[in-house]
């Protein structure tokens, strides 16, 4: 009975001591515990990305910091892109003339104050001429006029005599700011038109670019004869766009001007901020909708002309949730995941749980807490990073 107490007490003993029960022929469980362990760890450390300073500003990481706001509610529309009109620019010649030269092509993106071409006109060259003369006649005027004040002060030459000289000068400074006209009239800058004198070849005019932007439209062949007002080129400004949308008419009593808005593309990843500029006040007869027109910004330059798109269009707020911008969002397999600033250059990832995007903002249900700061752009750069460490996603 004894023998059997003790047996007893030696099972007791090992099964409530994970030591002995393991030297009991279990030995393979602890290794296997830490290796598991030691697996969280590898999968904390690869899931934290540190970037220098440098690095940030180099892949254009921003941070916000996230809070509860107010789900805006919208509508959405389909809609077609097109030209701001105005921030459109017509490149045009108030001379005929012969184009020579060109400095640019179709599609370029040009600085304000690019040259564009270069164009010879017999017009400009005798306005050039006229100008010169003009200059000549008030410099001796000028001096005549400079020379005969001494003079009459020292009583050598009559009043009547200095006056008339004096005339003159008025008539020749008229005459000069005439001419100076017509070549600034022509398309001569201020600075050309002060070192005319310098040149050697008259009747030569270059263009240049009225606004930055891409060139839109390019109508001419050199060697070609234009007239004054034959249009050359169009500059487009496309760091903003037009959209236009058609909405019912139950749907337009929701939409003021001024409203926010988003436009997407196809994928629905990319998302540019708008706003309501414009409601049409006619009505279509055929599709009986109302036009909207929305402004669109475009920093990128990939929003373009006669591209369909979708428009979300805020008509009011709904109930509030911590919001973080779409472009903060990365999918991972099956996971969204987000990432969060611990310290400075220290960055990682999240896990999140997501509601339904509204006007370019995604609430969070899970993943992260308010006033975290998380990645709003650059985040595609560190879910790369990320991938190219071999960190594997898993699926809680």
Do not use: C
């Amino acid at each position: 009975m004894k023998h059997v107490i003790l047996m007893i007490s030696a099972l007791y003993i090992m099964a409530h001591t994970p030591a002995l029960a393991n030297e009991g022929g279990h030995g393979h469980d602890e290794p296997v515990a830490q290796h598991n362990e030691h697996e969280e760890e590898h999968d904390m450390e690869a899931s934290v990305i540190q970037l220098s300073p440098a690095q940030i500003q180099k892949a254009g990481i921003q941070t916000q910091k996230v809070f509860h706001q107010s789900i805006k509610q919208n509508m959405t529309a389909p809609g077609t892109v097109t030209f701001n009109a105005y921030k459109l620019s017509d490149v045009t010649t108030l001379v005929d003339g012969i184009i020579e030269k060109r400095f640019v092509r179709l599609g370029d993106m040009v600085k304000r104050g690019q040259p564009l071409l270069t164009l010879n006109s017999s017009a400009l060259a005798q306005a050039q001429a006229e100008y010169l003369r003009a200059e000549g006649v008030y410099h001796t005027a000028n001096m005549d006029v400079q020379r005969l004040e001494k003079l009459v002060n020292d009583r050598i030459v009559s009043e009547a005599r200095f006056q008339q000289a004096q005339s003159s000068l008025q008539t020749a400074k008229a005459n000069l700011a005439a001419a100076k006209a017509a070549l600034s009239a022509y398309g001569m800058r201020s600075h050309d038109i002060q070192t005319l004198s310098q040149i050697t070849e008259y009747g030569q005019l270059t263009l240049r670019a009225p606004t930055s932007g891409t060139i839109t439209a390019d109508d001419f062949r050199l060697g070609q004869h234009i007239t004054a007002g034959f249009r050359l080129m169009q500059i487009a400004d496309e760091s903003t766009v037009w959209v236009e949308v058609k909405l019912s008419q139950h749907q337009i009593t929701q939409v003021h001007t001024g409203k926010a808005a988003v436009v997407m593309l196809k994928n629905k990843r990319n998302v540019y901020p708008a706003k309501v500029i414009n409601l049409y006040h006619q009505l279509d007869h055929t599709t009986r909708t109302i036009g909207v027109r929305l402004e669109a910004e475009n920093p990128e330059d990939t929003l373009h002309p006669g591209m369909f798109v979708t428009a979300q269009i805020e008509i009011g707020d709904g109930e509030e949730a911590l919001l973080i911008p779409t472009s903060a969002a990365q999918k991972q397999g099956n996971a969204w995941i987000v990432f969060v600033e611990e310290k400075p250059g220290h960055f990682e990832r999240r896990e999140v749980e997501l509601g339904k995007s509204s006007l370019g903002m995604m609430p969070v249900l899970s993943g992260i807490h308010e006033g975290e700061n998380i990645v709003v752009q650059g985040a595609f750069v560190l879910a790369s990073e990320l991938a190219k460490s071999g960190f594997a996603v898993h699926n809680h």
